[in-house]
């Protein structure tokens, strides 16, 4: 009696059917897709699982623009321009989270910050972390991100020293909650809002409910600058530029979900290089993806993927580009076929 397939080989296979059938099947293919799905009954599960979370993992699809990730004035940059290619399909977080698990979080739903000798709290890699604070607001942190409560402030002064952050302000505050990024300080008496500082990479800060008020001080003097950021709106600021109003732009909704897909344990992409996706993916764990065509990093990618799968991104992308996969130990390596990459 033939041994029966492994979980994880239905998962590869699976993914590489979702990906084929992106980009459309013949009627050959379609055949033994057919025949394949019939051939266990595990099967077809794990296809509509890969159909879900593995949605668009193409060099040329449309969602729209994302908020440039330079301001337009300091920068120049121009949004990325997505290649031609196959149809797009939209994919909303519960569809995402309805196909698999997703990154492990640790929830602490009714955590409140103790005395103010707790001055730092810090998610770790691989770890999403939501906290009550006093007064009810709630803090959810992604993996590997760090914030510094001020001491005595009541839980209303926090710094973002890395990482990212969602904060709700479900009811109105007396006095304002305060965020410092950087030189950036960001208050609301009641809203939420997600704030992201990585590096070198711009802070981008996105309202979704309320409103926020955005202030930098700077220069000899202390020169301050002062915005009103809305709901529905997102700011960026690259490192050591000065806070504008034109760094202020509209987010659709779809766009919202994508920035903030990393509450739910999700990788979302929307244009990105795929040298840039492979980076956010090192930050959930130690498992690392090399891509080892210099041309295949280069392309671009949208999509959403599970944090806490990079075997699984991987797959998907080199499917989608005629690729292949390799693994040694905690390295997942990506090389274009036809350059004989290995």
Do not use: C
């Amino acid at each position: 009696m033939p041994d029966r397939e492994h979980a994880s080989e239905i998962e590869d296979a699976a993914t590489i059917w979702a990906a084929m059938a992106e980009r459309g099947l013949t009627a050959k293919d379609r055949a033994q897709l057919d025949q394949w799905l019939e051939g266990d009954s595990r099967r077809l599960g794990a296809f509509v699982r890969a159909q879900a979370a593995w949605i668009h993992a193409e060099r040329a699809v449309a969602l729209g623009k994302m908020p440039d990730t330079q301001p337009e004035e300091t920068e120049g940059a121009p949004a990325p321009v997505l290649q031609k290619g196959l149809r797009a399909r939209t994919l909303n977080r519960r569809m995402a989270l309805g196909a698999g698990g997703a990154l492990a979080a640790s929830v602490a739903a009714a955590y409140v910050i103790g005395s103010d000798r707790r001055r730092m709290l810090e998610s770790g890699v691989g770890e999403i972390r939501r906290i009550v604070l006093k007064g009810g607001a709630t803090l959810t942190l992604d993996t590997d991100t760090r914030v510094d409560v001020t001491v005595s402030s009541n839980d209303r002064k926090l710094e973002l020293i890395r990482g990212k952050l969602f904060l709700d302000v479900a009811r109105w505050q007396d006095l304002p909650l305060i965020v410092r990024v950087g030189d950036l300080v960001l208050e609301t008496t009641e809203g939420a809002f997600g704030l992201q500082s990585l590096g070198k990479a711009p802070i981008v800060t996105l309202v979704t409910k309320g409103k926020l008020i955005a202030s930098q001080s700077r220069g000899m003097f202390g020169q301050k600058r002062t915005i009103t950021v809305e709901k529905d709106h997102a700011l960026t600021l690259a490192p050591h530029e000065p806070l504008l109003a034109s760094g202020v732009r509209p987010v659709a909704a779809a766009q919202q979900e994508q920035l903030l897909a990393w509450r739910d344990g999700m990788l979302s992409f929307g244009g990105e290089l795929l040298g840039d996706a492979v980076r956010a993916f090192d930050r959930y764990g130690a498992t690392r993806i090399v891509v080892a065509d210099p041309e295949l990093a280069r392309q671009r990618i949208t999509g959403l993927f599970k944090a806490d799968d990079p075997k699984g991104f991987a797959t998907a992308i080199a499917a989608s580009f005629d690729g292949v996969v390799t693994s040694q130990g905690e390295t997942i390596r990506i090389s274009s076929r036809k350059t004989g990459s290995a």
